[in-house]
Structures are given as C-alpha cells and as structure tokens.
C-alpha cells in the first residue's frame, strides 16, 4: 500500500472537492483519501509514505478523450485561419507529415503527454500506424479505430479493411488498452458504412466517437449542399450532394454511447438531440481557433447539462497535446464565463467527465477508483478555496513531479 501526502487534494469528487492536508491511500485502486490526521498517522505506519511536499498538490490524472497521433509531424507546412484551407493543405502535404511519423517519434509525444500530466488518452486512429505505440503506452488508452469513407460503391471494401484493422487493435487489448470504434464525420462517411459501424460498437459495448459540425461550411454543406465544402468535393472527391443532414446523422446514434467531437457549429435542435441521446463533446478549442471554426458556446452545454470534456485534437491542428495548455487557452477564450466556475468545470471536463465518456474506472479521487494520480508544487499559498482549480490550471507546470497508473509510479 502506498500513501501520497498533498497540502492541496483536487478529488474531483462533488461530495468533497477540497482536501487539506490529505493523504491518498492507495494499491492499483483507491483505498482511501482522507484529511482526518489520526488516519494518516496510523497509515504512515503501515504504508509506502510518498511525501508531496509543501504547497503540493494533488489531482486525478488528466484525460486527453480526444486527439490523433498519426500525422504528427510537419504541421509547419499546413494552412490555418479556415477549415477547407487546411483540409486542402493536409491532404496536399499528406507525404510530408507521414514521413516524419514513426515509432520512436509517436512514443516521444507520449512521453511528452506523460510528463504533462496526461494519462489516459482517447486517440483516433486512421491507419493503425500509432498501434505499436500505443498498445505500449505507459497511459491508459482508448484506442478509436476511424472509419472514412465517402464512395458507396466501395463500401464493402472499405468495410472489410476497418475490420481488419479493428481486429489487430482488438489483438492488444490489456487492462490499460482498448480497442473502440470511431465514424469520421456526417460529410465523409456513406450512411450504409455509418450504420454498420454503429451496430458493431454497440454489440462490443465500447464508446464511440465522431465529428460533428466542426466547420461552418459543414453545417452549410449538410444543411443545403452549399458553400465551400461544395466545390471541394465536386473536386476531390466527385461528391455533388450531402449524404445527410446533420439531424439524420444524429438519428443513427440511437442507444449509443457517443463522444460528439467539436460541434462548434452545432444550432440549439442538434444539441437538443445529442443531450438527448446522452452524448457527451469534446471541446477542442485550440484547434477550433486555429481552423476557423468558431467557438463552443458551453452555456449551452450547461442547459442541457450535456457532459464537455477539453482535449487537444492532434498536432496538425495545434501546438501543443499539454491538456494544461489547452485549458489556459479555454479559459482565455471562454471570456463570458465566470473564471473560478470555468476553471473548476474544465478540470472535471479533463477527469471525471472525460473518464465517464471513455468508460474508465479513473479521473476522480475517491475510494475504489483506478490510482492515476498527478502532483506537482505551486510556488505559493493559495488560501481561497474557490480559486484553487483557476490556480492549479493558470500555475501547473509542464513537468509534473509525482505521476501513478493504476497505482503504479511511471
Ligand atoms: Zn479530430
């Protein structure tokens, strides 16, 4: 048994959010986390004493639920500021950022994540070349399989060869990696191929992930088969109309158990829908910023209390996967919000609610949960409790000092 001491415990629990001069006692699973003193003391006597030292803080570890690991590399060459503009860009340099892309370098970026504070990741993966990294990974994983598509006549094809690759994740699975299933977009998948990948997910009980409304020329290409995305697919792809609405796509994600990613051009009657279905989105701000999308209205959310969860998307489409770097940016560009409210909810946006979505027993601190635990020093007192998660997200640094997994130090 261990026990990590923390001036400062962030549970992530609503029961009891703030702990002082607490203690986490833990194996693979939480025993106990506790600030009764008496407690501590007479498990000092029988435990592994890890002392977080003074103005430490501790947290559950963070959860990316949603970025990519494949095309990593190059991003410098990609265009920015619209979605096509970049869409176009990637698809032109797709050799450039393949190249650069292999094992030594993907387990390099999760080291990276690691130190962040990341330890639980939702990758998308298109081609399966980030398998061997991740099947590896230190990190907890959910690993989405990508289902594209966009030419019915080759459905079958299409759908043999995802299968194949489903199957070799499946081969790794272990109790920190599983295999899932994720549909590209409303745009780029035939809605036959759709329905066949939500029946699979649905008999293998994993969560499912796909874009939804990133771009405004999506919503208008889905809406009326207009706008910029019309003569980009006449082009590339011969493609003169939409597969579906918008709201037609939603209405095959039926008894699913679904992460909707962006929707930052999601109107009211989608977000009813999806709290209607019970999905949960993840919130990329970053990468909707630097594609032009626009900005995730999280009031929104809250009224329909639908669960958002902040991940980076993957570094085509920003400059850092640091999930701490990602909420300061939320913080900065969510300015309506109250501060000390928003810091507090984008920290359960990055465990609990990211672990719930990705079907993790991990992201809160509390007796029988998984032991990913982070910790790290702030250089001074923080006496508010209200202002602590703000702090702890304006302050954390890039290397955390104190990183379990299941309990174990990594
Ligand atoms: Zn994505």
Redesign the pocket.
């Known amino acids: 048994m261990n026990i990590l001491l923390a001036d400062t415990i962030l549970t992530m629990d609503p029961a009891r959010p703030v702990l002082r001069e607490g203690a986490i006692v833990f194996d693979e699973n939480i025993e106990e986390v506790t600030d009764d003193q008496a407690a501590i003391e007479r498990w000092r006597e029988k435990a592994l004493v890890i002392d977080g030292g003074k103005r430490s803080v501790a947290l559950p570890g963070l959860i990316n639920a949603?970025?990519?690991l494949e095309f990593s590399g190059a991003a410098t060459e990609l265009n920015y500021g619209g979605f096509i503009a970049w869409l176009s860009s990637v698809i032109e340099k797709r050799e450039t950022l393949v190249r650069g892309l292999n094992k030594a370098f993907i387990d390099g970026v999760l080291e990276d994540m690691l130190r962040g504070g990341t330890t639980a990741i939702g990758a998308?993966s298109s081609y399966g070349f980030d398998l061997e990294s991740l099947a590896g990974a230190k990190q907890r994983v959910v690993y989405f399989n990508e289902l594209i598509g966009s030419n019915p006549a080759a459905a079958d094809q299409i759908f043999s060869a995802f299968l194949d690759r489903v199957a070799m994740s499946d081969e790794r699975r272990s109790d920190r990696f599983n295999s899932a299933i994720a549909i590209h977009s409303p745009y780029s998948v035939a809605p036959a191929l759709v329905r066949k990948a939500i029946a699979l997910s649905q008999n293998r009980k994993t969560p499912l992930s796909t874009?939804f409304l990133?771009s405004e020329g999506e919503r208008r290409w889905l809406e009326s088969g207009s706008g910029e995305f019309k003569g980009f697919f006449e082009k590339a792809f011969k493609l003169e109309e939409p597969f579906c609405s918008a709201k037609e796509f939603l209405s095959f994600f039926a008894d699913t158990k679904t992460i909707f990613?962006?929707c930052a051009n999601a109107g009211d009657e989608e977000l009813d829908m999806i709290g209607a279905l019970g999905g949960a989105i993840?919130h990329?701000p970053v990468?909707n910023r630097l594609l032009g999308c626009g900005l995730l209205s999280l009031e929104k959310l809250k009224n329909r209390e639908i669960p958002y969860l902040v991940?980076t998307?993957?570094l085509s489409?920003n400059y850092s996967l640091n999930l701490f770097d990602e909420l300061r940016s939320a913080l900065l560009m969510h300015e309506g919000l109250d501060l000390p409210l928003l810091a507090r909810d984008l920290l359960i946006s990055v465990t609990d609610a990211a672990a719930k979505a990705l079907g993790l027993n991990c992201g809160r601190l509390a007796s029988g949960y998984a032991a990913d635990i982070i910790s790290f020093k702030l250089s001074g007192d923080v006496s508010d409790e209200a202002a602590l998660p703000l702090q702890v997200i304006l302050r954390a640094p890039s290397a955390m000092e104190h990183i379990f997994i299941n309990g174990e130090r990594v």
Request: glycine share 6%; charged share 15%; with cysteine.
């Open positions: 949603h970025t990519h998308i874009h990133e990613t962006h993840a990329c990468s991940a998307d993957g489409s």
